[in-house]
């Protein structure tokens, strides 16, 4: 999950598993799977960075819990 803010200020708590595509025209938009486009104050390359730490903390809890 990551947090992003819409455009309106609201702060919302994403699925990024659910992000099919993003683009910059000039706003960021956020398309899900489902069709569903989220607005957002965030560049792509900010969303992709996001995205890239959530999923190493999540890869990095996996590792650990493997270990003796």
């Not at 989220?38 to 560049?43: M, N, P, R, S």
Request: hydrophobic fraction near 30%; include cysteine; charged fraction near 35%.
């Amino acid at each position: 999950m990551i947090k992003v803010e819409k455009t309106n200020g609201e702060e919302v708590t994403l699925n990024s598993d659910l992000i099919e595509q993003i683009q910059e025209t000039p706003d960021t938009v956020i398309t899900l799977t489902n069709c569903k486009k989220i607005l957002v104050k965030e560049t792509s390359d900010e969303i992709i960075e996001k995205v890239i730490a959530y999923r190493r903390k999540i890869l990095s809890g996996i590792s650990r819990t493997g270990e003796r």
